[in-house]
């Protein structure tokens, strides 16, 4: 599976940014709306940071305190593409933006989208 993710830039703070993740090479009977969705980020200097996260079961989602009430994990499994609605972006957001596709165990990773905020 691959993924690609894009949406990222400079933005000030209070913004919005949304980040979309383009998912392709599906195998072995199973298609984008069988893989949970995660985003996670990693700001310079900093380990990375686990932000939110889609079920593919039931569509729950679930998000870091950090970002909570600001963020928002969405999909389309038509299109076969993730997002992240970022609102009221801080300066402590900028970040590298990595978006993941789980199942089974096994995670794969876009190569990041980085967001700076910054006045």
């Known amino acids: 599976v691959q993924v690609v993710e894009s949406g990222g830039g400079l933005v000030q703070p209070g913004e919005s940014l949304r980040l979309s993740c383009a998912a392709s090479?599906?195998?072995?009977?199973?298609?984008?709306?069988?893989?949970?969705i995660l985003w996670f980020r990693q700001a310079p200097g900093k380990e990375r940071e686990w932000v939110a996260t889609l079920n593919m079961l039931d569509n729950s989602t679930y998000y870091s305190d950090s970002v909570k009430e600001r963020f928002a994990i969405s999909r389309d499994n038509n299109k076969k593409m993730g997002y992240l609605q970022m609102n009221s972006l801080k300066s402590e957001d900028t970040a590298m933006y990595y978006c993941?596709?789980?199942?089974?165990?096994?995670?794969?990773w876009g190569q990041g989208t980085k967001v700076t905020v910054s006045s």
């Open positions: 090479g599906f195998t072995s009977g199973f298609t984008f709306k069988n893989y949970g």
């Open positions: 993941v596709l789980r199942r089974g165990g096994v995670d794969s």
